[in-house]
């Protein structure tokens, strides 16, 4: 220990400016220095030392930084406060205790850590972090929802729907797909119940997520129900013109008409009256006629062509033109006129046969009797003549 001894007349420390001591005798207590400690020994001499937490520096006491040294006996996790003539210890934030024994406080513990509810509170020494749970983004402190849908669909199948829901999203196959959405596979409907398609009239075909139904050729309709389409109300439904269309289920028939032949589709007049004179009766004509034929009888002959029978012309004047003096003959198919006993013709025409004395007297009788007209006429004139001119004369 080091002692300075007060030099009499001096007032205060000011004599300890050489004084390089830790206890200073002096005559009185209002002797020593700030900071100091002031023991009375007797009644001439007392002692100034510096108090706890100061040191002697050469004149005066200064304060002594505990937290200098071994961070001034204060908890590792503690911080050192230093405060004159002494120091304070306080934990850290994250510890609990009086600084000197500190222990770690589990902030998760309490409102989660002052995360965000959609966060994870996770302690650390001294502290605690916070962070986003999956599906949500943000500092820990606030977080988010993430559309994770808005992000290529988030590992859902192409053929599956991405929902976004809070914190997380789900993938839903498409109608038409199966599986877990994240893996789809095409459902084949056709062979569920054939798709719903009609069994008997449609094609069920299967497509990816899908199927069509499709009604058979001759049907119409949606697929499901198909309805027999009557190709006849159609254009005759393609048959030829001199052909009958029927419809039948799904299709019709073509038929060529009664004198015609083909397959329906195309059909050619048949010529009847190339085999067997198509019916008609001996003594008939078959005329060919487009699908059919008619039966004429020959002249001569009356029926109705597949029979004909001979008409008897010398049974009525008008169906024959003999002469009135002639003879009408029956015969097959016609008639035959020769003039009657007396008379010469060919029978349309017949005159008198006369011997020729007879003519003679008959051209006799013609020649006087037209001069006796003559002689007339001209004595009638000569006498007209006469009487004019004698009137005149007169």
Known sequence: MKVCLLVAGCVG??????????IVVVNNCTMCSANTDCVITNATYATCSCKNGFFFNNTICDDINECSTSNG?????AIC????????CTCKSGFGGNGFLCYEIDECLTNNGGCHADAVCRNTLGSRTCTCKPGYSGNGTYCGDIDECGEG?????????????????????KPGFRGDGQYCFDVDECLINYGGCNKTHSTCTNTLGSYVCSCHKGYTGNGSVCLDIDECKTGNGGCHNNSMCTNTEGSRTCQCNSGYSGDGINCMDINECSKM???CHKYAKCMNLNGTHNCLCFNGYSG????CEDVNECSNSTLNTCHINAVCSNTKGSYSCSCKNGYEGNGYSCTSKTDPLVLIMSLIIVIVVSCSIVYMLMHYNVFKCRKTQGTQDA
């Open 73 to 77: 006996g204060c908890n590792v996790h």
């Open 304 to 307: 109705n062509g597949t029979y």
């Open 277 to 279: 004179s198509g019916g």
């Open 81 to 88: 406060n230093n405060t004159v003539g002494s120091r304070t």
């Open 153 to 173: 669909n988030d590992g859902c199948d192409a053929n599956a729907n991405c929902s976004n829901t809070i914190g997380s999203r789900v993938c839903t196959c």
């Open 13 to 22: 420390l000011v004599f300890l400016a050489h004084c390089n001591a830790e």
